[in-house]
């Protein structure tokens, strides 16, 4: 069995936190506030900015690992292989976990491809950085 490139997924799990970071605070961040319907009190009691970083990249460094690992199972481990196995995953996980979710709770379209959208092109690179990275 093949052992998962450790570097290729830290190096995945920054790269996919700074898209974060660029996404939400930069190319979304007006429709993404708008989305969450929060007053900025709200939003106040939850962690505060560097702690919610931590808290992505941790996120992101159990996302990117497990991508790896799959991959490998899978025998995915070129780039377009990745890149197909990173967007199966998040169809069949991501997208039809979250839709129904956000339905429920009355979240409007956009905020759901905002944030799904997030999680496509984390899994993408990821995918693509992982089968590059051997």
């Known amino acids: 069995m093949k052992a998962i490139n450790i570097w290729a997924v830290i190096v995945s799990a ?19 506030i708008r989305g969450l319907d929060r007053t900025k009190e709200q939003l106040a009691k939850g962690p505060n900015g560097m702690w919610a970083s931590i808290i992505q990249l941790g ?8 991508l790896a690992w799959l991959m490998i199972q899978t025998g995915s481990t070129n780039v377009s292989g990745g890149i ?11 997208a039809c976990v979250t839709g129904p979710m956000y339905a ?31």
């Not at 967007?87 to 996980?93: D, K, T």
């Not at 759901?112 to 999680?119: A, D, K, P, W």
């Open 104 to 134: 429920f709770e009355a979240f409007p379209f956009y905020f759901f491809m905002i944030n799904t959208g997030y999680t496509l092109a984390s899994m993408l690179i990821s995918g693509a950085v992982l089968g590059a990275w051997r």
């Open 14 to 32: 920054v790269t996919t936190t700074a898209l974060g970071f660029l996404w939400y605070m930069v190319m979304f961040r007006e429709p993404y």
């Open 59 to 66: 996120g992101n460094l159990v996302m990117v690992y497990i």
């Open 84 to 94: 197909k196995l990173a967007l199966i995953v998040w169809a069949g996980f991501v």
